[in-house]
């Protein structure tokens, strides 16, 4: 269990760093982030910046899962962007309502994704509509033409979102 401040900034910005790429955790996580941990277990939960929720570290694999917020830091923290698919603009409002990515709409994609990776989707305008799961490789994402790409998991226009 961890308490000391220091250590556990430095620990999951290594955990986002080995997720997401290098530099994804000091872009993703400032100084200033809340961490809280889960009163059952003493691990590391949630982390908020303010009174936004940034990630949640699952216990099932002990990697993050992004909401919006945490993808928007993501997309304009590291440069270049990873793990990101691009839809076109016809089928945006139905991704970003919460819609699964399908493989034929996808436009470009980062080539390095693989299945089950954290993902960001975005538009031809490189504006953020969803974050969500890879099903495929980022390869295959441009390759087929059929079948999901992207299990979306929270859209910009969903509820909550």
């Keep these: 269990m961890i308490k000391d401040r220091h250590e556990t900034l430095t620990r999951i910005r290594a955990v986002a760093d080995y997720q997401l790429g290098r530099g994804a955790g ?7 982030v809340k961490v809280v941990f889960s009163k059952r277990t003493g691990r590391i939960r949630h982390i908020y910046l303010g009174a936004k929720l940034l ?5 099932k694999d002990g990697m993050f899962s992004l909401t919006l917020a945490g993808a928007k830091r993501l997309l304009n923290g590291i440069d270049p962007p ?9 089928v945006g409002c139905f991704i970003a309502e919460g819609k699964s990515v399908f493989a034929k ?3 470009a994609a980062d080539v390095e994704i693989r299945p089950e990776e954290e993902v960001t989707v975005i538009n031809e305008d490189g504006r953020l509509l ?14 087929f033409k059929r079948g999901v790409a992207v299990k979306v998991r929270r ?5 909550g979102g």
């Design 82 to 90: 990873r793990l990101w698919v691009k839809v076109p603009k016809d």
């Design 26 to 32: 000091e872009a993703l996580f400032p100084n200033r």
């Design 155 to 159: 859209g910009v226009g969903s509820a």
């Design 130 to 143: 969803a974050v969500g799961r890879a099903i495929l490789t980022g390869r295959e994402m441009l390759a």
């Design 55 to 59: 990630a949640t570290l699952r216990p």
């Design 105 to 107: 709409h996808v436009v």
